[in-house]
């Protein structure tokens, strides 16, 4: 078993303080907090080295992840960012003004559109992707491939209930 870290520390000093609270649930998500803070400065590098912002990488990577013609509606976009459909309109119009996508007019319906990837979008979403899988990797490196699939499927138990 490793040595103690922080949030064995923080612990400690609250039972020390509280015996008469149950510290168990800090055991678990404070260590997801302080891992998701180390994921989120990996996620942050991935992205800036391909001159992406997170929001954009959000989105791009929902246009890349459908597949060619790399096209989503702004409606389907926003249910799949979780973002409000004001954000995904901001969203859009920066990420056009950069010349990472384009808006199409749906042909069936002529109200409607489409957000298109354009090859830049794709060269950069490719690029972010690809570092940011190996820094993922490198964040989970202690761990053993069965170790890895235990804590997958541990994790997406308890999101479950959020998703």
């Not at 000093?13 to 260590?31: I, K, Y």
């Not at 959000?58 to 926003?78: M, N, Q, T």
């Not at 920066?94 to 199409?104: A, D, F, N, S």
């Amino acid at each position: 078993m490793p040595g103690n870290d922080e949030v064995d520390r923080i612990v400690d000093a609250w039972l020390r303080e509280r015996p008469d609270l149950d510290f168990a649930p800090l055991q678990v998500l404070s260590r997801v907090g302080r891992l998701a803070k180390h994921l989120d400065r990996a996620r942050r590098t991935a992205f800036s080295r391909s001159e992406l912002e997170s929001w954009e990488f959000d989105v791009l990577s929902a246009l890349r992840r459908e597949g060619a013609p790399y096209e989503l509606s702004p409606k389907a976009l926003l249910q799949q960012t979780l973002v409000s459909s004001g954000t995904m309109t901001n969203r859009i119009d920066r990420l056009v003004e950069r010349g990472l996508v384009t808006r199409r007019t749906d042909p069936n319906d002529g109200r409607g559109i489409f957000v298109v990837m354009n090859p830049d979008g794709l060269i950069r979403v490719d690029a972010a992707i690809t570092r940011l899988v190996d820094a993922e990797a490198e964040l989970l490196s202690t761990l053993t491939a069965a170790e890895r699939e235990r804590l997958a499927s541990l994790l997406r138990k308890l999101s479950l209930d959020f998703d």
